[in-house]
Nanobody, 126 residues
Framework: QVHLVESGGGLVQAGDSLRLSCAAS????????MAWFRQAPGKEREFVGAISRSSGGTFYADSVKGRFTISGDNAENTVDLRMNSLKPGDTAVYYC???????????????????WGQGTQVTVSS
């Protein structure tokens, strides 16, 4: 099992930037990809973006493409999500997740992730 802890959430205004971080510990060698998902009140948890730990390749949901950037540090077992040009629609609890699967399109589906963090709240005011 991989233990994940997110940090960096908060309250910002529309147009602002925010960086979320995820620290992994435990059986990190079993993870081939890391991702961020988010869940807004009353909605399903949705894919935001993912990064392959072997190739460094990144994948994004259309709704965040061009605004959000995922980066990872395998030596430190951390994954960051840099969010620019935030919108009120980005308001959600953001979750870090780890997957033993490293290929697309599987990485956009929740069932391929074995470990999840507790989440961090991001609120964007208009």
């Amino acid at each position: 099992q991989v233990h994940l802890v997110e940090s960096g959430g908060g309250l910002v205004q529309a147009g602002d930037s925010l960086r979320l971080s995820c620290a992994a510990s435990g059986r990190t060698f079993s993870s081939r990809a890391m991702a961020w998902f988010r869940q807004a009140p009353g909605k399903e948890r949705e894919f935001v973006g993912a990064i392959s730990r072997s190739s460094g390749g990144t994948f994004y949901a259309d709704s965040v493409k061009g605004r959000f950037t995922i980066s990872g540090d395998n030596a430190e077992n951390t994954v960051d999500l840099r969010m620019n040009s935030l919108k009120p629609g980005d308001t959600a609890v953001y979750y870090c997740a780890a997957s033993g699967v490293g290929s697309w399109p599987h990485l956009q589906y929740r069932q391929y992730y074995e470990s999840w963090g507790q989440g961090t709240q991001v609120t964007v005011s208009s």
